[in-house]
């Protein structure tokens, strides 16, 4: 049975808040200090290129492995289509050998 949208939320929220934790200790750990010291608007406007990158980037592996897949199908068929004309001719030869 799959999820209400309430026990989604409450699923994505749990998983938000230990990621959300682990970065932020990760981060106050690398940079020490308290973030409110900080320059947050400069440093977010870097994080904000970085988020667009890897957007970009999943959207193009997301078609590598879609066109793979598009690769995949057509060698598949072909193989069927192979296959099932080796069946055709095993078949003649068997009702050759029987005259």
């Known amino acids: 049975m799959s999820e209400t ?33 900080r320059d947050c608007l400069k440093e977010s406007m870097g994080e904000g290129v970085d988020l ?16 793979t897949v598009r690769f995949l199908e057509g060698t598949i068929s072909l193989l069927k289509n192979e296959l099932d004309e080796a069946k055709k001719t095993c078949d003649y030869y068997k009702e050759l050998s029987k005259r």
């Open 52 to 67: 667009i990158f890897y957007l970009l980037i999943a959207e193009q592996q997301k078609k590598d492995k879609e066109a």
């Open 5 to 37: 949208p309430e026990e989604q939320c409450a699923s994505l929220l749990k998983t938000f808040n230990e990621m959300a934790t682990k970065k932020f200790m990760a981060g106050q750990e690398e940079h020490g200090g308290d973030i409110s010291d």
